[in-house]
């Protein structure tokens, strides 16, 4: 039995719950620039098996692939300065993909990594995790632009959420780090707010003063007791902001407000690709080369009584929460906590693969078959559950190169937007390779290399240059791979029409911030973030 020192006191003692009329906050820092572990270990989505791609965790050394409930608080060690903070908290590891070499991946080290723990203005008191509660925030099978485009809105009465963007400050914004007449199909989209922000990948290199390329995700911060700590489908939401003060549903309860920045050393590959606007060599594990499928989960290894403390009694923002005036059980400088990962070997930096680890695909942006998760994230934290791994993780001890046994996948994709001013028939060939995972959604197009005028029974109708752009980008070695199908389909044009998107100006360009701040620090409390709860 776990004794309760505050929640004895306050049987003693009880308080009347009040408003919390301002928002005070702390950053949690990691005690070192390395991770706890890495690989393809979930205990939230994937719990007792393999993922579906690998993680990078950080936090108690408890951690396993069957995690829940209180296990956590018999860590060992953790990641995290605050001794009595054995949570987990982990994201996709992202990894370089060699221009040079398509089939070439190495991993990206961590730059290093900060939890924002924000106690928002609230009608209710806000109150700390249960131990043991699963979140996850972010949609993994996604490849689609966000359908608020790339500012960010956590507040569910302004629009859909938007709680995952790329962070890249750069010396000079000129180019742009988004096209300006992007629509998120091929490229990224602009953060109008920040010229250093975005939904996706930016396509040049983040060589600003203060940070490389930086991975920010948002929680949601209302907890639903009647859904319980492990269905992180259904138990997190997103608070609504009324004359200034957040509010959740009736029954749930307020707990803090997570965001994770990640920061990875990106420039030490800056030598290794010639940014042109076009493309960028950056991709999650989990295939995604557009950035859209970013993520993050959260498994609460607190002990109450601490957190309540620092909810309560903590406003020291960015100068980090070790530095809090009451921490109970004290500051972690245990610098040497580590486990070794439930499936696989570690990822070492510079070791060269063969294809990303468990063989995932590369997808998005032209580079194969588009897919999103049919438990979309629009208005929840919540994504759909991995489909199950059907490849094992191994590393090559014997080189620098691993390769990954390969499994056959597909992902069907449908072929060709076009305008036509007259009824045509055309025969066109589309090639494309099925993933375990319902396609759905906005698929890229795409059109096979082999597709030419002599298949047509009649003239062909003219393609867009969208559609072009497309077919420019398919592999010709595809005719030779046993693994990919060739489908012959007969569509029928009548008449079609083009809508365009309309351009988004360039933004502003913003003074830098201050050191460690990163330009975003007034956005928390001032501005984006805080005006769209």
Known sequence: MRYSTASTLAALAPMAAAVKTDRTFAVLHFTGNQFLTEGPMDPVVSPGTESTHYHSIMGGSNFGINTQGDDLLDSNCTTTTIKNDKSNYWVPT?????????????????????????????????????????????DSMTRDPPAFGGGSNLDPANGPIQQIQWTCPRQSYDPP??????????????????????????????????????????????????????????????????????SCPAGWTHVPHLFYEVYWDTPSFKDRW???????????????????ASHADFIAGWDTDTLQTIIDTCDVGTSGMENCPNIPGGVNDDKDCSIEPAFGTIVKVSQVLNSLPLDNPVTGWGKGGVYSS????????????????????ATSTSTATAKESSTSQTTEVSEVTSEATTEATTKATSQSTEIASTPTGNAFIEVSSEATSSSAEVAAPTV??????????????????????TIYDYVTVTSTTTVLPESTPAPLRRRRAPYRTHGHLNRHIYGDFAGRR
């Open 94 to 138: 992202l990894f370089f993909q060699d221009p040079n070499d398509q089939t070439s991946f190495e991993k990206v080290p961590l730059y290093y990594m900060n939890v924002y723990y924000f106690f928002e203005p609230s009608n209710s008191t806000i109150e700390a995790f249960p131990a043991g509660l699963k979140m996850l925030s972010g």
């Open 177 to 246: 780090s988004y096209p300006v007449d992007s629509n998120g199909t091929v490229a990224g989209l602009q953060d109008p707010n920040n010229e250093g922000a975005g939904a996706g990948f930016p396509f040049y290199d983040c060589d600003g003063t203060y940070s490389p390329l930086r991975q920010d995700i948002h929680f949601p911060s209302c907890y639903n007791p009647d859904a319980g700590i492990d269905d992180y489908k259904n138990n997190m939401a997103w608070p609504t902001t009324v004359d200034g003060l957040q």
């Open 274 to 292: 010639t940014p042109d606007g076009k493309t960028q060599p950056f991709v999650l594990s989990n295939g995604d080369a557009t950035g859209y």
């Open 374 to 393: 049919s438990d979309s994230d629009s208005d929840s934290s919540t994504s759909s559950s991995s489909v199950a791994a059907t490849s094992t993780y």
């Open 464 to 485: 867009t240059a969208a559609a072009e752009a497309e077919a420019s980008s398919v592999d010709d070695s595809a005719a030779g791979n046993a693994n990919v199908k």
